[in-house]
């Protein structure tokens, strides 16, 4: 990738998370080469006055104009989307990205649109370079991350790899975006119209490669539980649809370091 304007791009910095990533790049990253994008003109510039940051660029772009979001990613390195529902406003960016070979990253939590859109844009990432990495925030950092600094621990005291890992969350506090709820009741609107959608919502590997066997895991916890290895009552955690995927998607790509029946 030739040297471009920008090292990063922030779509959608206006909206609730946005300003987060916002106010963590002005404050950490004093020296980046960033822009705020996004398509209110409005919105940007009483974010940008925020920050106070006035020379800080702001582009606008329309997730569903394909002109505007090409000539947005020509000139980043790398952009970061915040803007969900992503099944509704998320795949034209993506595509694009894939095109231009403009790395990318999110934070969405949708099997249904990632499942849907991996075989169509995958091969035009590979082709370009551009690297497409979902699922960068609550949703599912913690258990991806977590899952695979457990098992370089494991390995070095034990020899092997632990062939089942279960993560559980006690007392944790925080909010929820306007975002996210968009997102989960737009999830429960097409699963309760389409079976298909219901069936990718359920399958343990929906996000798996298609060049890769699945395993024997089973689907996510549905109910209250008693777990003898926590000796405590369980419950499902609103999250665990799409840590447990993508949990599992990683170790596939990684080559299945922990064997083809690592459960998780």
Known sequence: ??????????????????????????AEH?????????????????LRLKLDLPELPIIIADSHNTEQLADMVRHT??????????????????????????????????????????EQINPIAQASGARLVHCCGFDSIPSDLSVYLLQQQFKARYGCYASHIS?????????????????LMFVAEQASKDASIRDTVMDPY????????????????AGIAWDENFESWTGPFVMAAINTKVVRRSHALAGLPYGADFRY
């Open 167 to 183: 993560g559980r969350m006690g007392r944790a506090s925080g909010g929820v975006s306007g975002g996210t709820v968009a997102s």
């Open 1 to 26: 990738m030739s040297k471009r304007q920008y090292e990063i791009i922030l779509y959608g910095a206006s909206g609730f998370t946005g300003q987060l990533v916002a106010e963590y790049l002005a």
């Open 77 to 118: 390195q790398t952009v970061i989307s915040t803007v969900g529902p992503y099944a509704q406003y998320g795949t034209p960016l993506l595509e694009t990205c894939a095109k231009e070979g403009t790395h990318y990253c999110d934070l969405t939590g949708e099997a249904q649109w990632m499942a849907g859109v991996f």
């Open 30 to 46: 004093p020296d980046l080469r960033w822009a705020m994008a996004g398509r209110n003109q409005q919105k940007l510039e009483a």
């Open 206 to 221: 929906a996000l798996y490669p298609a060049n890769v066997t699945p395993g024997n895991d089973v689907p996510d916890q």
